[in-house]
């Protein structure tokens, strides 16, 4: 995962963060150094929002299972 986004809000970037916790098994600061320096706290809390909206949002979450395949992640 390269530097990526960084913009308050955009759920690519946390789309990001939570393939690179769920899939990659990057730690809160990890991903926060990779996302342009983001406090782990910051990574935390975009994490447990874009799950919430992952399960409220099926447009969402089929544009994140999309990211997922496209990163070659079975």
């Not at 926060?32 to 909206?53: E, F, H, N, S």
């Not at 544009?63 to 079975?74: A, K, N, Q, W, Y």
């Amino acid at each position: 995962m390269d530097m990526v986004g960084g913009c308050y809000g955009d759920w690519g970037r946390d789309v990001a963060l939570v393939l690179g916790r769920r899939e990659w098994g990057l730690k809160l600061e990890e991903s926060g150094r990779l996302c342009g320096g983001l406090d782990y706290r910051t990574v935390g809390t975009a994490v447990k929002k874009i799950i919430a909206q992952l399960e409220k949002d099926p447009e969402l979450a089929k544009s994140h299972e999309s990211v997922r395949r496209s990163s070659g992640i079975p």
